[in-house]
């Protein structure tokens, strides 16, 4: 079994550690020199701030909407990171870093685990010890994992911040809800090839006979397929 923790906007919580008088309250950060938007808080996601946003177009909205601004602090950032996945470390026996505010986890032990009840109490030690929310995913492998991950985040009043994926009706219910442009390792290119083709999400492209995915994908896409179906 594999589970993805992610930081829930990474950048952006971490600044409202010190600044609890944010919280519920619309914050961005920007990048080196201020030059755009590289993390947002819901509340400004909401406003219609996009992701890669340039600060100088949006000054304005910023302003109009009272959104906080910060300049990036990554020497914070990467402490945070720290203290999220030491947490989640005792918790996992093999801790695969992924990227500052993502990390696999690798377990075989899981038979009599709750592991939605396990997931959120993980969530809950570590939103108290570093104040940092989380979502965590369940799931055979990787790909589903971090579909399982999206779902804790996209639903957190019904998730808890915990979704597992261990069976085949929860993986194709996960799979047909999820785009096809949102699934982890497809570009813009080959998800436009497959839009072509009349797929529109993750289970359309489990479907997909192997000969093609191997021609079109090259056996990287093949592989993705397969660890689609778990």
Same mark, same amino acid.
């Given at each position: 079994?594999?589970?993805?923790?992610?930081?829930?906007?990474?950048?952006?919580?971490?600044?409202?550690?010190?600044?609890?008088?944010?919280?519920?309250?619309?914050?961005?950060?920007?990048?080196?020199?201020?030059?755009?938007?590289?993390?947002?808080?819901?509340? =400004?996601?909401?406003?219609?701030?996009?992701?890669?946003?340039? =600060?100088?177009?949006?000054?304005?909205?910023?302003?109009?909407?009272?959104?906080?601004?910060?300049?990036?602090?990554?020497?914070?950032?990467?402490?945070?990171?720290?203290?999220?996945?030491?947490?989640?470390?005792?918790?996992?026996?093999?801790?695969?870093?992924?990227?500052?505010?993502?990390?696999?986890? %690798?377990?075989?032990?899981?038979?009599?685990?709750?592991?939605?009840?396990?997931?959120?109490?993980? =969530?809950?030690?570590?939103?108290?010890?570093?104040?940092?929310?989380?979502?965590?995913?369940?799931?055979?492998?990787?790909?589903?994992?971090?579909?399982?991950?999206?779902?804790?985040?996209?639903?957190?009043?019904?998730?808890?911040?915990?979704?597992?994926?261990?069976?085949?009706?929860?993986?194709?219910?996960?799979?047909?809800?999820?785009?096809?442009?949102?699934?982890?390792?497809?570009?813009?290119? %080959?998800?436009?090839?497959?839009?072509?083709?009349?797929?529109?999400? =993750?289970?359309?492209?489990?479907?997909?006979?192997?000969?093609?995915?191997?021609?079109?994908?090259?056996?990287?896409?093949?592989?993705?397929?397969?660890?689609?179906?778990?």
């Amino acid at each position: 079994m594999v589970a993805l923790i992610d930081c829930n906007n990474f950048f952006a919580s971490c600044e409202r550690v010190f600044r609890p008088d944010l919280n519920q309250r619309p914050i961005v950060v920007l990048s080196n020199n201020d030059g755009c938007v590289i993390a947002r808080s819901n509340e =400004a996601k909401a406003l219609g701030v996009p992701m890669g946003a340039p =600060a100088f177009k949006y000054k304005e909205l910023f302003e109009r909407n009272d959104i906080t601004v910060f300049s990036s602090n990554y020497a914070l950032y990467g402490d945070m990171s720290n203290r999220v996945f030491s947490i989640a470390s005792e918790y996992f026996p093999m801790m695969e870093i992924y990227s500052i505010d993502e990390a696999f986890f %690798h377990f075989d032990d899981c038979n009599n685990l709750d592991l939605e009840a396990y997931g959120r109490e993980i =969530a809950k030690k570590i939103r108290k010890c570093t104040g940092i929310p989380i979502s965590i995913g369940f799931a055979p492998t990787k790909s589903l994992a971090k579909v399982a991950n999206k779902i804790a985040k996209k639903f957190p009043e019904r998730t808890q911040g915990a979704y597992v994926i261990d069976s085949d009706s929860k993986r194709e219910k996960a799979l047909k809800w999820t785009k096809i442009e949102d699934v982890w390792g497809i570009g813009r290119k %080959h998800t436009k090839r497959l839009q072509d083709a009349g797929v529109k999400n =993750a289970l359309g492209f489990t479907k997909i006979e192997d000969a093609w995915i191997k021609r079109t994908m090259s056996v990287v896409g093949l592989r993705l397929k397969k660890d689609l179906i778990g």
